[in-house]
């Protein structure tokens, strides 16, 4: 069974260019989230997705958006490109199926995108 | 607020030889906490989770933790360690209970030497 997908592995941007990062969950699960993980840091939630509605978003600025689409997959977009959204951004996908909320179902997570922004 | 603090950013122990990586809570309510391993190039992989129904959680590959509310502590531990335990560990709680909004620390950095 394939597990969680992300597309590109590893993506080399400008600053201030436009980037978009996908996510395949695995079949079945209807939540996806996404997490940006700084070198040296432990990953920080940026948005939870499920049934194509955001259920949560962290602490992060307008430039990120997100989206779920028919199938369960999930797009995160950033937009302006800073040096400092250079990262590893995982997306995690669980079969929760209490709207989004609180659940024991377990996320799985993919082996993310690397982003370098120059 | 929720948070996690990992009190070492570097454990360094020698093959065979018990593990302990040490990770503080903050919660105004009873937690959901979780510990997870990165190994290189390689997603995140689900150790174990406590959640308030026994202090003592057993998780996979022979690591366990234990809840100490009187400490506010969730430390991993492991008896004897294995070389391919090298990798990275997060602890993380849950504000929701579930999967879902994970607040992970800042992360040990395990090293296993021979």
């Known amino acids: 069974d394939a597990g969680v997908t992300q597309s590109p592995t590893h993506l080399i941007k400008t600053r201030g260019q436009h980037v978009t990062l996908r996510c395949s969950p695995i079949?079945?699960?209807?939540?996806v989230s996404w997490y940006q993980q700084v070198l040296g840091q432990g990953p920080q939630f940026i948005f939870q997705?499920?049934?194509?509605?955001?259920?949560g978003r962290g602490n992060f600025p307008d430039r990120f958006s997100a989206r779920q689409f028919p199938n369960y997959s999930s797009e995160l977009n950033v937009n302006a490109l800073l040096l400092g959204d250079s990262a590893l951004y995982l997306c995690?996908?669980?079969?929760?199926?209490?709207?989004?909320?609180?659940?024991?179902?377990?996320?799985?997570f993919g082996q993310g995108t690397r982003l370098t922004v120059v | 607020a929720q948070s996690v603090t990992q009190l070492d950013s570097h454990v360094s122990v020698s093959e065979g030889t018990p593990v302990l990586l040490r990770c503080n809570y903050s919660?105004?309510?009873?937690?959901?906490l979780f510990w997870y391993v990165q190994h290189p190039n390689k997603g995140l992989q689900l150790l174990l989770k406590?959640?308030?129904?026994?202090?003592l959680v057993k998780g996979i590959n022979g690591f366990e933790a234990e809840f100490k509310k009187s400490e506010t502590s969730f430390h991993l531990t492991k008896p004897s360690a294995h070389m391919s335990d090298a990798a990275e560990y997060f602890c993380?709680?849950?504000?929701?209970?579930?999967?879902?909004?994970?607040?992970f620390g800042a992360g040990t950095r395990l090293a296993v030497h021979p």
């Open positions: 995690a996908s669980s079969s929760s199926t209490v709207g989004g909320a609180a659940t024991n179902t377990e996320a799985f």
């Open positions: 079949s079945g699960h209807k939540s």
């Open positions: 997705y499920y049934e194509k509605e955001e259920r």
């Open positions: 919660s105004s309510y009873s937690p959901s």
């Open positions: 406590y959640t308030s129904a026994a202090t």
């Open positions: 993380v709680v849950s504000p929701s209970g579930g999967y879902n909004k994970l607040i």
